[in-house]
């Protein structure tokens, strides 16, 4: 209460209502604007998700990388380019598919066959460049495609490779590809792959 002029006593918390609370009077710039301010998302939030990330969210675990059944290596690097050389559905050094599409197998059985394929693909990468992470974008991706009879079916079956690295590197490094259907392949395997990688420097 104070006394005014005349006597007249005047309460000071009806005239200032704020008097009362415990209200900040002279807010900061800080408490302002803290009403106004948004989540702020991290720079490396919003990154697509890397290969190795990739695998790891598939489940996928990686075979050992296959070695050679001849006179040569399983890649080579000049410059900015990594070439495979032939890979088949092979484990443990030894043909996991035998037969021919049209004869001795079926689509699918084909499609797991380039899915094994596939997989060493990305062993034999990830043992040359230390990380797939490397792998700028696939270049190109060849598949052989053992055919017995009228068939036409080499896609399909060649489709499963390409969904798999698509699954991994992402649709935007997906390569051009050539598929051919041949008489017969290596250990007697129905499918073969041959990939050109270009790799960060």
């Known amino acids: ?3 005014g002029r005349r006597g ?3 309460n ?5 209502p704020a008097a009362r609370g415990n209200i900040d009077l002279n807010p900061t710039e800080d408490n302002m604007n803290a009403s106004a301010k948004e989540p702020t998302v991290k720079p490396e939030d919003s990154r697509p998700a890397s290969a190795e990330q990739r695998l790891g969210e598939l489940g996928i675990q990686l075979p050992l990388p296959p070695e050679p059944f001849g006179a040569y290596v399983e890649a080579v690097r000049t410059g ?3 070439f495979l050389s032939g890979m088949l559905p092979t484990e443990g050094h030894a043909a996991k ?5 049209g004869a001795e197998l079926d689509v699918e059985a084909g499609r797991r ?13 990830r043992q040359h460049l230390g990380s797939l992470d490397k792998v700028a974008r696939i270049v190109r991706l060849g598949v052989s495609v053992a055919t017995s009879g009228d068939v036409r079916d080499q896609p ?12 991994v590197f992402g649709k935007d490094k ?6 051919f259907g041949v008489a017969s392949l290596p250990l007697g395997t129905p499918v073969e792959l041959e990939v050109i990688f270009e790799v960060l420097e």
């Open 1 to 3: 209460m104070q006394v």
């Open 8 to 10: 007249v006593r005047t």
């Open 12 to 16: 000071v918390g009806a005239v200032f």
């Open 80 to 82: 900015n380019l990594l």
């Open 97 to 101: 598919y035998i037969g021919r599409l």
């Open 113 to 125: 066959a380039a899915h094994l394929a596939a997989l060493n693909v990305l062993a034999v990468a």
């Open 156 to 167: 399909k079956v060649a489709d499963a490779a390409s969904e798999l690295l698509a699954d």
């Open 174 to 179: 997906s390569p051009c590809r050539l598929v």
